[in-house]
């Protein structure tokens, strides 16, 4: 976490209305909101800014003690990490329940570390929540901020509590702001069960979002800031996307909604795959999600390790290589995310995709190279004859040129694609899409 942000954890018991309040606050469906236990898992975070201050909200997974799911332990330790990290905690309860055992353990946890919070309870637009509000005193709190995320009431008074406690100045604040608008945004895509959320945290350090055999473990779209090699990257760990047809429960079809829309606030996006299972039709299917956002793109062929001997490796490599087909630009990187292995050449690959995502061409050279095979080529055209005058590139995140022709209607995309690999034969652009569009002179 970015400790040059003021940092606001948002705690509590499962289902008493956290990740709603987390969406209601950041203004945006950030977090999964469904009316049952245990559906926020990770820590998901998002800037904020109210009346001028600026603070980092943190989601967690409800906390809980015993019980047999091996998941649990997992997330009362990323619940426990965001109370130590954070610098303020807002303590949520659910004021229809009343004043449980629970709460009571909680509230102590926060008294034994020392950490300042505030006590909301929610859902007091309901007659029974209203009536139970007064058993809260118990926790001995100077104030009971009493609101309804679902309706917004109340929240107001909460928020004006929060940065009221924000100090005039935070430490690097600026510098954050300065660093965090240049930080390339990477989003781990795949199918469940290939070794996102582990990539994820070797590369964090620690067990940044929970990571398990059980497929479809992550749930939302978590973002997790990294350093490598004296460089940040914010790298966005996703839930598997599976096939239409299995997805089973709604929450699993709001996960792969989130994850499909991280693409599109992404700048590359790392294809994860099962190396020796080597490409599949799912694989092929999430590649093109990414083709369609045109988002940069690094394949990264986990448990390499499965492999046996150099042959085999090199094998499997080619084979995957060959059936990206469209996306053959896309370079395939063997990686072990369990130990890391691979990744320096990963991140070598990751830095070369986003400056051809960002690499601009100045325009004499462009139409110099463009001589020998455009403008001396005739265009397939079901009009008649057609002829390009002139290119220039128009943009870049992705690269984009404009081709001036006489007739852009009926060009077929076999000749785009001619287009795009005779530039990237001399410009390079690996990693990163190629857009052209057609306008007449």
Same mark, same amino acid.
């Given at each position: +976490?970015?400790?040059?942000?003021?940092?606001?954890?948002?705690?509590?018991?499962?289902?008493?209305?956290?990740?709603?309040?987390?969406?209601?606050?950041?203004?945006? &469906?950030?977090?999964?909101?469904?009316?049952?236990?245990?559906?926020? @898992?990770?820590?998901?975070?998002?800037?904020?800014?109210?009346?001028?201050?600026?603070?980092?909200?943190?989601?967690?997974?409800?906390?809980?003690?015993?019980?047999?799911?091996?998941?649990?332990?997992?997330?009362?330790?990323?619940?426990?990490?965001?109370?130590?990290?954070?610098?303020?905690?807002?303590?949520?309860?659910?004021?229809?329940?009343?004043?449980?055992?629970?709460?009571?353990?909680?509230?102590?946890?926060?008294?034994? #570390?020392?950490?300042?919070?505030?006590?909301?309870?929610?859902?007091?637009?309901?007659?029974?929540?209203?009536?139970?509000?007064?058993?809260?005193?118990?926790?001995?709190?100077? &104030?009971?901020?009493?609101?309804?995320?679902?309706?917004?009431?109340?929240?107001?008074?909460?928020?004006?509590?929060?940065?009221?406690?924000?100090?005039?100045?935070?430490? @690097?604040?600026?510098?954050?702001?300065?660093?965090?608008?240049?930080?390339?945004?990477?989003?781990?895509?795949?199918?469940?069960?290939?070794?996102?959320?582990?990539?994820?945290?070797?590369?964090?350090?620690?067990?940044?979002?929970?990571?398990?055999?059980?497929?479809?473990?992550? #749930?939302?779209?978590?973002? /997790?800031?990294?350093?490598?090699?004296?460089?940040?990257?914010?790298?966005?760990?996703?839930?598997?996307?599976?096939?239409? &047809?299995?997805?089973?429960?709604?929450?699993?079809?709001?996960?792969?909604?989130?994850?499909?829309?991280?693409?599109?606030?992404?700048?590359?996006?790392?294809?994860?795959?099962?190396?020796?299972?080597?490409?599949?039709?799912?694989?092929?299917?999430?590649?093109?999600?990414?083709?369609?956002?045109? @988002?940069?793109?690094?394949?990264?062929?986990?448990?390499?390790?499965?492999?046996?001997?150099?042959?085999? #490796?090199?094998?499997?490599?080619?084979?995957?290589?060959?059936?990206?087909?469209?996306?053959?630009?896309?370079?395939?990187?063997?990686?072990?995310?369990?130990?890391?292995?691979?990744?320096?050449?990963?991140?070598?690959?990751?830095?070369?995709?986003?400056?051809?995502?960002?690499?601009?061409?100045?325009?004499?050279?462009?139409?110099? +190279?463009?001589?020998?095979?455009?403008?001396?080529?005739?265009?397939?055209?079901?009009?008649?004859?057609?002829?390009?005058?002139? /290119?220039?590139?128009?943009?870049?995140?992705?690269?984009?040129?404009?081709?001036?022709?006489?007739?852009?209607?009926?060009?077929?995309?076999?000749?785009?694609?001619?287009?795009?690999?005779?530039?990237?034969?001399?410009?390079?652009?690996?990693g990163s899409p190629v857009r052209i569009v057609y306008r007449e002179r």
């Open positions: +976490m970015n400790r040059g942000e003021f940092t606001v954890a948002l705690v509590g018991r499962p289902n008493v209305g956290k990740s709603t309040l987390f969406n209601r606050i950041a203004r945006k &469906r950030r977090a999964i909101t469904f009316d049952q236990p245990g559906v926020t @898992r990770d820590l998901v975070a998002q800037p904020v800014e109210y009346d001028g201050r600026r603070f980092l909200l943190i989601d967690t997974g409800g906390y809980v003690t015993g019980g047999d799911d091996d998941l649990l332990p997992k997330i009362r330790g990323q619940v426990l990490r965001a109370i130590y990290e954070s610098d303020l905690v807002v303590f949520l309860v659910d004021a229809r329940d009343g004043l449980l055992p629970l709460d009571k353990e909680i509230a102590g946890m926060l008294r034994e #570390r020392e950490k300042p919070f505030l006590l909301a309870a929610n859902k007091v637009d309901a007659k029974e929540g209203r009536e139970a509000l007064a058993q809260f005193h118990a926790l001995a709190v100077d &104030r009971i901020f009493g609101l309804s995320s679902e309706h917004g009431t109340g929240v107001s008074d909460l928020l004006e509590a929060v940065v009221s406690r924000i100090p005039e100045r935070m430490p @690097r604040e600026d510098a954050g702001k300065e660093e965090a608008s240049g930080v390339p945004k990477i989003a781990v895509v795949g199918r469940p069960n290939v070794g996102k959320s582990t990539l994820v945290n070797t590369l964090a350090g620690f067990e940044r979002v929970i990571a398990s055999e059980v497929p479809g473990t992550t #749930r939302d779209a978590v973002d /997790v800031t990294v350093e490598r090699d004296g460089k940040r990257y914010l790298l966005i760990d996703t839930a598997g996307i599976r096939a239409k &047809r299995k997805t089973e429960d709604v929450i699993e079809k709001f996960s792969v909604l989130k994850s499909l829309d991280s693409l599109k606030r992404c700048d590359l996006a790392i294809l994860l795959i099962d190396g020796p299972e080597g490409l599949t039709h799912q694989d092929r299917q999430i590649l093109r999600y990414i083709l369609n956002e045109e @988002r940069a793109v690094v394949v990264a062929a986990n448990k390499a390790d499965r492999w046996v001997g150099e042959e085999q #490796r090199r094998a499997a490599l080619r084979g995957i290589q060959e059936g990206l087909e469209y996306a053959s630009f896309a370079p395939v990187v063997p990686t072990v995310a369990t130990t890391g292995k691979g990744f320096p050449l990963l991140f070598r690959k990751i830095e070369e995709a986003i400056a051809s995502f960002r690499q601009r061409v100045p325009t004499g050279l462009l139409n110099r +190279m463009a001589q020998g095979f455009l403008y001396a080529v005739p265009i397939p055209s079901q009009q008649g004859r057609n002829r390009a005058f002139y /290119v220039t590139q128009v943009g870049v995140t992705p690269p984009s040129f404009a081709v001036f022709v006489k007739d852009r209607r009926g060009i077929p995309d076999s000749f785009t694609r001619y287009l795009q690999n005779k530039i990237r034969d001399r410009f390079g652009f690996e």
